[in-house]
């Protein structure tokens, strides 16, 4: 007799939003984080100077934290490791990323995004990050996922076992099409924080990827 395995749906990958002060961050990310499931939290320096975006990140990290959530720090490896941050992501090119892949892994998670093309995709994929995304970061600025990204997703969950992520659009409706690629994680940033409640906003997100996403087999 054998036990199926237990499918594990699409998940969120929040992306933290822009603040004036690590207290703002904080407590919007609670508010976020209080919502329901996230399986982690990409922080950017956006355009703070390092000085104060450690500031932000020792004050973030732990609520993310203590939410059962991944703090993953974006483009900075020293404060990734000053705050005990579970995770790095890093773009630019190939190498730098494998470098860095080469370092860090399986000490923390280490990732990349803004992938234009299956070619250069491949070539990261050699490296064996720990994700993939498909979307830059910031970018959400319209309803809908960007047509590329969703292109490279579906191709991407299509063959490669390395787990992706797909940037959905700045709306709560473009989560449908954007997981309907088959992603096992979807970005979410201007659709959460947008309004004026991301506790509503990431319980909203839950509920349609329950009904919409597809499910993977562990």
């Not at 993310?64 to 705050?83: E, F, K, L, M, Y």
């Not at 909203?204 to 009904?211: G, I, Q, S, V």
């Amino acid at each position: 007799m054998t036990t199926e395995p237990t499918p594990q749906r699409c998940r969120i990958v929040l992306v933290a939003p822009h603040a004036a002060s690590a207290e703002e961050l904080a407590t919007r990310l609670g508010k976020a984080l209080s919502g329901g499931d996230v399986a982690s939290v990409l922080l950017p320096a956006y355009d703070v100077d390092e000085t104060l975006f450690q500031i932000f990140a020792e004050t973030a990290v732990p609520v993310i934290q203590n939410a059962g959530a991944a703090a993953i720090i974006v483009g900075n490896t020293q404060i990734a490791g000053r705050v005990k941050a579970d995770g790095l992501h890093v773009e630019g090119p190939v190498a730098d990323i494998a470098a860095n892949i080469e370092r860090f892994s399986p000490r923390l998670i280490v990732g990349t995004g803004n992938i234009k093309n299956r070619h250069t995709a491949l070539e990261i994929g050699e490296a064996q990050p720990d994700y993939v995304l498909f979307g830059k970061i910031g970018a959400d600025t319209k309803p809908e996922a960007h047509p590329r990204n969703v292109e490279l997703a579906d191709w991407w969950a299509s063959m490669i076992e390395i787990p992706c992520i797909i940037q959905a659009g700045n709306s709560l409706e473009s989560i449908p099409d954007a997981v309907s690629t088959g992603a096992e994680f979807v970005a979410l940033g201007a659709a959460i924080f947008g309004g004026t409640d991301p506790e509503s906003a990431i319980r909203e997100a839950n509920r349609l990827l329950d009904k919409h996403a597809p499910r993977f087999e562990e």
